[in-house]
């Protein structure tokens, strides 16, 4: 280890304050362009975002470039101190999920700004903490401190990063790094940071069924006529138990690494509470109100989730037809050591036992992540979220996919760290999306202390 950096926390303080107004106006400038991947008219779009994201790491000093993929690009930034120092690489994503304007209070693609509160598509995933990010960075170069700093800004995480893979191993040379940062995550809650160290993995997949050529008027053709919606929710009931979570498909569970005691007791000590759960996600109710069961089923229990039965009469009223097809969209959360084709094929094999007519249709796919969490990168990341939020991480897991991760991990073989910044009442995914300064500039401070502590480290 060389000599740690001594900072200046008044100057940080100053700096920070000083950098509100612009980071606003970029933030704004980012979240009112429309990047969501998954829908080919926003192509454009993403292409302007990306000019947009390139121009912003040049304003900070650093060299940016836009790489293209058969997707979406992936804007990549460098500020180089020197090649004698170490380097860490951020990641973070810049395209969107969809929304729906109706159901929001406020337009989702203009940014409004209220007592601190950014409101938009974008705004907390994963926008906001790109660019807090990128301040951080901004500082660190203004300061001398000697690391160097790269950015991947990728475009394509809402839909499984499917170029993401093929990008690392095209541009490997131009990418190494010592480690990589991920600022892509959720706290616990406002009151404790967190430093997640896995993620679980996902299997969609569809399963449809069609059992003639045309809907058919129920009283001529009722009571013999296959029903493809009804026997979909029987499959369905059969697949899962819908009120437990449980999955009973036989081999589901056979590869689960089991939960450690000393996990479980820092799950139960990261500051999740049952009731702030339910409102932090606006839920009624929830299948569990044992803290010990539920910080399992959300981190470290695999998932059987129906996303959508389609099929039938869907207009006002009853219309008496018996349907001719439906489809019904299903996905898996995975846990570490479950592999994503061995329980593709369990259920596919569960499936077709129960009606072979069924045509399965598989999605995507992404591995679950696994790391350690007592590595030297994240006991600097913990040393730095102290520094700037006055209290110690918890660490713990994460319920959601970054098919990302997985890529860089097997690509540039280097520790992967998650020090996201990000809330539950946010609303990732969710009508009325946020983020607000007091994260932002919690954040800056964080990112400035971790860039000091990895310059300390021997490259």
């Not at 499917?162 to 490997?172: I, S, V």
């Not at 009469?313 to 489809?327: C, L, M, N, R, S």
């Not at 570490?336 to 499936?351: R, Y």
């Not at 959601?400 to 995914?429: C, N, Q, R, T, W």
Request: charged share 25%; hydrophobic share 35%.
């Amino acid at each position: 280890m060389k000599t740690q950096v001594d900072l200046d926390i008044a100057h940080i303080d100053k700096y920070v304050s000083d950098s509100r107004k612009s980071y606003e106006a970029q933030l704004k400038e980012l979240v009112d362009i429309p990047t969501v991947s998954m829908d080919p008219e926003c192509k454009k779009d993403i292409e302007k975002a990306a000019a947009t994201a390139a121009k912003f790491l040049e304003s900070i000093g650093a060299k940016a470039e836009i790489i293209k993929t058969k997707g979406n690009p992936v804007v990549v930034g460098h500020l180089e101190q020197g090649s004698q120092y170490p380097t860490v690489a951020i990641y973070n994503h810049l395209d969107v999920q969809p929304a729906d304007a109706e159901e929001w209070k406020t337009k989702p693609f203009e940014m409004t700004i209220e007592n601190g509160t950014y409101r938009g598509r974008g705004t907390t995933d994963d926008k906001g903490p790109a660019l807090t990010v990128m301040y951080a960075a901004k500082y660190i170069k203004e300061q001398n401190i000697p690391v160097n700093i790269k950015f991947f800004w990728e475009f394509e995480e809402e839909i499984g990063s499917p170029h993401y893979e093929q990008f690392l191993k095209d541009h490997k040379s131009k990418l190494a790094t010592n480690s990589v940062v991920i600022s892509d995550t959720i706290w616990v809650s406002r009151e404790r940071p967190a430093i997640q160290y896995g993620l679980r993995g996902l299997q969609g997949l569809m399963i449809k069924l069609k059992t003639g050529v045309k809907d058919v008027h129920s009283g001529l053709t009722g009571g013999l006529a296959r029903n493809p919606i009804g026997e979909l929710a029987q499959v369905i009931s059969e697949c899962y138990d819908a009120r437990t979570g449980e999955v009973k498909i036989p081999g589901f569970y056979d590869d689960v690494r089991p939960l450690s005691d000393a996990e479980l007791a820092n799950f139960l000590k990261s500051g999740f509470s049952v009731d702030g759960f339910k409102k932090a996600h606006e839920l009624h109710s929830l299948r569990t109100e044992d803290i010990k069961d539920a910080v399992q089923r959300i981190w470290a229990r695999p998932t059987f989730e129906v996303h959508g039965i389609v099929g039938g009469y869907k207009g006002p009223g009853v219309k008496t037809i018996v349907p001719h097809d439906a489809e019904v969209k299903i996905s898996m959360r995975l846990v570490p050591d479950q592999d994503p084709d061995k329980v593709l094929a369990c259920v596919t094999k569960f499936i077709k036992e129960k009606c072979p007519d069924i045509e399965i249709i598989k999605e995507g796919t992404l591995r679950p992540f696994f790391s350690d969490p007592d590595n030297v990168f994240n006991k600097a990341a913990a040393e730095s979220m102290k520094f700037a939020f006055g209290k110690d991480p918890a660490f713990n897991r994460e319920g959601g996919s970054i098919g990302a991760v997985v890529s860089m991990h097997d690509e540039l073989k280097v520790p992967i760290i998650f020090m996201g910044l990000s809330l539950p009442e946010h609303g990732y995914h969710a009508i009325n999306e946020n983020f607000d300064w007091q994260q932002a500039s919690g954040g800056m401070k964080m990112f400035i202390k971790y860039f000091s502590l990895v310059s300390a480290m021997t490259k």
